[in-house]
């Protein structure tokens, strides 16, 4: 059996890689069209304005567990202007640095009026009182975020905010991000992701829609994913000092098991190493998946996606949101991963 130290620091290691690929550089690409550039075409610490004085946003979407945030958060770590430290930094606020980028989530219960109370704290100044009136409320979060010089605005897990549906509700909500990008030297650059739901309420608001560029992280299938994941369990399992698992339908049954979400893949496969290391074995096999696979859903041999014959047939928790399933054969080839790195 592997020492357990060593067992952690090898997954420790795992777990802080990130995995570049070519949704990075459209993530990037969008970001960098939404700032203002100096003489040399290099991006600045201001958003680009049109000539009304409007910004615009990016809308970010994908099934829960695809790296929406981590994908978002290198982009902008990868924006020197933007001074933001690393996409941990940014994710976790641990820093104190300069307020260029500000980072919230939608918070529970899920209300326009709690968000922009959200957003003003985040803004870290002190408040005498916090008006009642949800207009005030927003007028004030807009001065906090000029008055701490912010120029990019990420909101996460905005879908929350639709729950309701009501046709009234997601037409305030938009009218409030709307005005987020208005007003000149006021505006900000604004961020938005979450799910499919998302993308879908804001087709109900053509004005807001069109101020933001769209950015979505598919549901995986075999077909069109398979060979990228294959590539990167191998490369993981070099790190780890493992022989690769015999290929056979294990990456289909993981995309399944995944939810079809990308990090949940990645995810999965670290729990799965850190199985075959702890029970001292030389090579990653189907069992380990399912060892982890089970420990994590509490499920039976019946239902562990790894396991049964039919996994397919089998059901999970499924995101309401979730996008439909891809179609079978993919007509599109995906470019290959790029690099593996810290």
């Known amino acids: 059996m592997a020492d357990g130290n060593s067992v952690s620091a090898i997954i420790a290691d795992l ?24 003489d040399a075409g290099a991006p600045l610490a201001q958003p680009a304005l049109q000539r009304s004085g409007e910004s615009g946003g990016i809308m970010v979407t994908g099934p829960s567990g695809a790296g929406k945030n981590w994908l978002i958060g290198k982009a902008i770590e990868r924006t020197p202007a933007l001074g933001v430290g690393t996409a941990a930094e940014l994710l976790d606020r641990t820093t104190d640095g300069p307020l260029t980028c500000l980072f919230v989530r939608v918070p529970s219960p899920a209300t326009l009026k709690s968000l922009g109370l959200t957003i003003i704290k985040a803004c870290g100044l002190p408040v005498a009182r916090l008006p009642a009136e ?3 409320i927003w007028d004030l979060a807009r001065i906090r975020l000029k008055t701490r010089g912010v120029v990019v605005l990420w909101i996460d897990e905005v879908h929350n ?13 938009l009218d409030a991000f709307k005005s987020l990008m208005q007003g000149g030297d006021e505006a ?14 804001t087709k109900i608001d ?6 933001l560029t769209k950015l979505h992280m598919p549901v995986l299938c075999d077909a069109v994913h398979g ?6 369990i191998e490369a993981y399992c070099a790190k780890a000092g ?5 290929r056979g339908d294990l990456v289909g049954r993981l995309i399944h098991g995944a939810r079809g979400a990308f990090g949940r893949c990645l995810d999965m496969t670290i729990n799965a190493i850190e199985e075959a290391l702890t029970e001292g074995h030389r090579q990653l096999d189907i069992q380990h998946f399912a060892d982890a696979f089970a420990m994590h859903e509490g499920c039976d041999p019946e239902g562990n996606v790894f396991l049964a014959p039919s996994y397919a047939d089998i059901e999970l928790d499924l995101d309401p949101d979730r996008d439909p399933d891809p179609e079978p054969s993919g007509t599109r080839k995906r470019p290959a991963r790029k690099e593996t790195r810290p």
Request: hydrophobic share 35%; no cysteine; glycine share 4%.
């Open 206 to 211: 053509p004005e807001t829609s069109r101020r």
């Open 227 to 232: 060979d990228e994941l294959r590539g990167l």
């Open 242 to 246: 493992l022989e690769p698992p015999d």
């Open 161 to 173: 905010l639709f729950r309701t549906g009501a046709d009234r509700d997601v037409r305030e909500i």
């Open 134 to 136: 949800r207009w005030a």
């Open 15 to 38: 777990r802080s890689r990130y995995v570049f690929s070519e949704r990075d550089d459209a993530m990037r690409r969008h970001l960098h069209r939404r700032l203002a550039h100096d």
């Open 188 to 201: 900000v650059v604004l961020i938005l992701s979450g799910t499919r739901l998302l993308f879908d309420m």
